[in-house]
């Protein structure tokens, strides 16, 4: 053996190796941009995912009540007080990436935000995947508070009058934004409340939908009628929706979403324990950390802002269940009716997914994004699907992007007519 040819194996096995490293890395980052529809799946399952939910416990006996009487009695619940604890499992069947596909949904909406990692457009899309623990409070419209329990670490979102805060314990960084319009302060509506999405599936209800009353549960000890929605149409991922709603109070308290094609729910949140008695006031309080980095988040977005809340105090929507073409309240084009809407978005971006040409980097992602999506082609065209359980999405060759929760065929259809 030459001397020192172990030493010279050894550093050229380090250089292959940080060579590699480089290389996964860079990946990651061009991947990113290209996961539009994960990033999309993302933000629904954020929102969806924080609506309580919980195993049924027992059968109690309960009055008789219509679907549209139950369907009344959430509209007319006013529960301005609550407090619990919240467990949401998300199942869309994303790949196993090691650790990459958490990466991938949090680094493809941090374009819109500031780069904290308390700015809750990224935090919050953290529960698109797997099972997580939080806490929930609601003190009028003013106030409200969701936490999500980590391994020895918290992230907080705070709504407080005019003043909400995001607060990561584990990085000590804070996220701060302020809301006012005429000098009064801006009636948020916390996307952790149950009412709130309760409320916008049930405005989704039309001739497309069925929904029905099948029996009753217990939910966190609460007795609770159990409400049926399921798609009239075919072509859909959705197979059905189950929300359970406290017989006292009308409050929502159980979501499930399981999709078309059988299988474990898609989603499954829930509280654990509920009060609605007052919390208290010191719940809503904050003061940023000694040390913590504060990063200020009014001047990323005026009309919406990188907390979660719209200009008007509801929650940011998600591209979903349209009524006919044209813009949506989030701003995207939609195509079709009911449940086969399907959101167009247009990236400007001519020649699809990376092709891998002029660099060895490049045709390892190119080879890396087709093993996450399927290659169709059509009158548009060519392009690539990526699938879920849930929210499927077609990017095409000329830059724009077909989401919705349909199957493959009906975004190629739609790509072919647009």
């Given at each position: 053996?030459?001397?020192?040819?172990?030493?010279?194996?050894?550093?050229?096995?380090?250089?292959?190796?940080?060579?590699?490293?480089?290389?996964?890395?860079?990946?990651?980052?061009?991947?990113?941009?290209?996961?539009v529809?994960?990033a999309?799946?993302?933000?629904?399952?954020?929102?969806?995912?924080?609506?309580?939910?919980?195993?049924?416990?027992?059968?109690?006996?309960?009055?008789?009540i219509t679907?549209?009487?139950?369907?009344?009695?959430i509209?007319?619940?006013?529960?301005?007080?609550?407090?619990?604890?919240?467990k949401?499992?998300?199942?869309?069947?994303?790949?196993?990436?090691?650790?990459?596909?958490?990466g991938?949904?949090?680094?493809?909406?941090?374009?819109?935000?500031?780069?904290?990692?308390?700015?809750?457009?990224?935090?919050?899309?953290?529960?698109a995947?797997?099972?997580?623990?939080?806490?929930?409070?609601?003190?009028?419209?003013?106030?409200?508070?969701?936490?999500?329990?980590?391994?020895?670490?918290?992230?907080?979102?705070?709504?407080?009058?005019?003043?909400?805060w995001?607060?990561?314990?584990?990085?000590?960084?804070?996220?701060?934004?302020?809301?006012?319009?005429?000098g009064?302060?801006?009636?948020?509506?916390?996307?952790?409340?149950p009412?709130?999405?309760?409320?916008?599936?049930?405005?989704?209800?039309?001739?497309?939908?069925?929904?029905?009353?099948?029996?009753?549960?217990?939910?966190?000890?609460?007795?609770?009628?159990?409400l049926?929605?399921?798609?009239?149409?075919?072509?859909?991922?959705v197979?059905?929706?189950?929300?359970?709603?406290d017989?006292?109070?009308?409050?929502?308290?159980?979501?499930?979403?399981?999709?078309?094609?059988?299988?474990?729910?898609?989603?499954?949140?829930?509280?654990?324990?509920?009060?609605?008695?007052?919390?208290?006031?010191?719940?809503?309080?904050?003061?940023?950390?000694?040390?913590?980095?504060?990063?200020?988040?009014?001047?990323?977005?005026?009309?919406?802002?990188?907390?979660?809340?719209?200009k008007?105090?509801?929650?940011?929507?998600?591209?979903?269940?349209g009524?006919?073409?044209?813009?949506d309240?989030?701003?995207?084009?939609?195509?079709?009716?009911?449940?086969?809407?399907i959101?167009?978005?247009?990236?400007?971006?001519?020649?699809?997914?990376?092709?891998?040409?002029?660099?060895?980097?490049?045709g390892?992602?190119?080879?890396?994004?087709?093993?996450?999506?399927?290659?169709?082609?059509?009158?548009?065209?060519?392009?690539?699907?990526?699938?879920?359980?849930?929210?499927?999405?077609?990017?095409?060759?000329?830059?724009?992007?077909?989401?919705?929760?349909?199957?493959?065929?009906a975004?190629?259809?739609a790509?072919?007519?647009?």
């Amino acid at each position: 053996m030459a001397p020192y040819e172990s030493d010279d194996s050894t550093g050229a096995a380090q250089a292959d190796d940080e060579l590699r490293a480089e290389l996964r890395a860079e990946r990651r980052r061009k991947a990113a941009r290209y996961v539009v529809p994960v990033a999309v799946v993302g933000v629904a399952a954020a929102t969806i995912g924080l609506v309580p939910a919980l195993a049924d416990s027992g059968d109690p006996d309960l009055p008789k009540i219509t679907a549209q009487e139950l369907i009344d009695k959430i509209a007319k619940s006013d529960v301005q007080q609550l407090s619990g604890t919240v467990k949401i499992s998300t199942d869309l069947g994303l790949p196993d990436l090691g650790g990459l596909e958490s990466g991938l949904l949090s680094g493809a909406t941090q374009g819109g935000g500031d780069g904290s990692s308390a700015d809750p457009t990224s935090k919050l899309t953290e529960l698109a995947s797997g099972t997580h623990t939080l806490r929930v409070a609601a003190d009028g419209p003013e106030k409200q508070k969701v936490s999500v329990l980590e391994s020895g670490a918290e992230y907080s979102l705070i709504h407080n009058g005019t003043d909400v805060w995001g607060y990561d314990s584990k990085s000590n960084e804070v996220y701060h934004s302020t809301a006012a319009d005429s000098g009064k302060a801006e009636q948020h509506e916390t996307p952790a409340t149950p009412k709130d999405f309760a409320d916008e599936v049930l405005k989704s209800v039309d001739d497309t939908t069925s929904v029905t009353v099948d029996g009753t549960a217990q939910v966190a000890g609460r007795d609770a009628y159990r409400l049926v929605i399921k798609p009239k149409q075919s072509g859909t991922t959705v197979g059905a929706i189950s929300i359970a709603v406290d017989a006292r109070t009308g409050t929502p308290l159980k979501f499930t979403l399981t999709p078309s094609s059988g299988g474990a729910a898609v989603i499954d949140a829930g509280y654990t324990q509920v009060s609605f008695a007052k919390p208290a006031a010191s719940t809503f309080d904050f003061t940023p950390p000694k040390g913590a980095k504060v990063t200020e988040g009014d001047k990323a977005g005026k009309d919406t802002g990188t907390d979660g809340w719209d200009k008007g105090g509801k929650a940011s929507e998600t591209p979903g269940h349209g009524s006919a073409k044209g813009l949506d309240k989030s701003g995207f084009d939609v195509l079709g009716k009911g449940w086969n809407s399907i959101a167009v978005l247009d990236t400007g971006s001519k020649g699809g997914l990376p092709t891998g040409s002029g660099s060895a980097a490049g045709g390892d992602l190119s080879g890396f994004l087709g093993s996450l999506g399927d290659p169709v082609s059509g009158k548009f065209g060519k392009g690539t699907v990526f699938s879920t359980r849930l929210i499927n999405a077609l990017i095409t060759d000329d830059g724009k992007v077909y989401v919705g929760a349909v199957d493959k065929a009906a975004l190629v259809k739609a790509a072919d007519a647009g």
